[in-house]
T-cell receptor, first 113, second 116 residues
Framework: DTAVSQTPKYLVTQMGNDKSIKCEQN?????MYWYKQDSKKFLKIMFS???????INETVPNRFSPKSPDKAHLNLHINSLELGDSAVYFC????????????FGQGTRLTVV | AQTVTQSQPEMSVQEAETVTLSCTYD???????LFWYKQPPSRQMILVIR??????QNATENRFSVNFQKAAKSFSLKISDSQLGDAAMYFC?????????????FGEGTQLTVNP
């Protein structure tokens, strides 16, 4: 029973398309995140939600829009995809508190052609 | 803003030997937490070990231990009795203790190869 699951695992799409990545956690955590891992494996925060409320919004193009219908789900919608959006996107969740372990999904490899 | 630096892009170790991965960080905060995550080829991010900054005692998890030097802002990971399954990308990460739901700030990663 996967703790943090995201779908799809792989996504190949053309420039200009709109796509969504879904994430669900069954750990009862209040906080969920989206991270982006670029081609050099560097991981960077994009968004963080606490109890469906956006609390971190890094300098991300507004083509990226997170949506949290409830605290167990955090989806990422991307409009007008560009070649530079190709990356691995990770969803994660954790309890509140700095020591809390962040649990990651298996990542979605997005390739824009 | 906090930064995390891993100065070793690649490291290698012989099976059964010991290896140390380096990590330094920069912060003006006194309340924070440090983590090492492992990312094998499967891409899954796995927590290896974590440390609370206010604890002087170094964290240990089986073959994994850290050397936390708060004044030097250094947080290295020691892997003892290295196994083939330890081969992975290792990320050092920082989290502030000040903000609820705060982010993990990652270093650039160290690719560890374990030679049989």
């Amino acid at each position: 029973d996967t703790a943090v699951s995201q779908t799809p695992k792989y996504l190949v799409t053309q420039m200009g398309n709109d796509k969504s990545i879904k994430c669900e956690q069954n750990l009862g955590h209040d906080t969920m995140y989206w991270y982006k891992q670029d081609s050099k494996k560097f991981l960077k925060i994009m968004f963080s939600y606490n109890n469906k409320e956006l609390i971190i919004n890094e300098t991300v193009p507004n083509r990226f829009s997170p949506k949290s219908p409830d605290k167990a789900h955090l989806n990422l919608h991307i409009n007008s995809l560009e070649l530079g959006d190709s990356a691995v996107y990770f969803c994660a969740s954790s309890q509140v508190g700095g020591y809390a372990e962040a649990f990651f999904g298996q990542g979605t490899r997005l390739t824009v052609v | 803003a906090q930064t995390v630096t891993q100065s070793q892009p690649e490291m290698s170790v012989q099976e059964a030997e010991t290896v140390t991965l380096s990590c330094t960080y920069d912060t003006s905060e006194s309340d924070y937490y440090l983590f090492w995550y492992k990312q094998p080829p499967s891409r899954q991010m796995i927590l290896v070990i974590r440390q609370e900054a206010y604890k002087q005692q170094n964290a240990t998890e089986n073959r994994f231990s850290v050397n936390f030097q708060k004044a030097a802002k250094s947080f290295s990971l020691k892997i003892s009795d290295s196994q083939l399954g330890d081969a992975a990308m290792y990320f050092c990460a920082y989290r502030s203790g000040a903000t609820s739901g705060s982010r993990l700030t990652f270093g650039e990663g160290t690719q560890l190869t374990v030679n049989p």
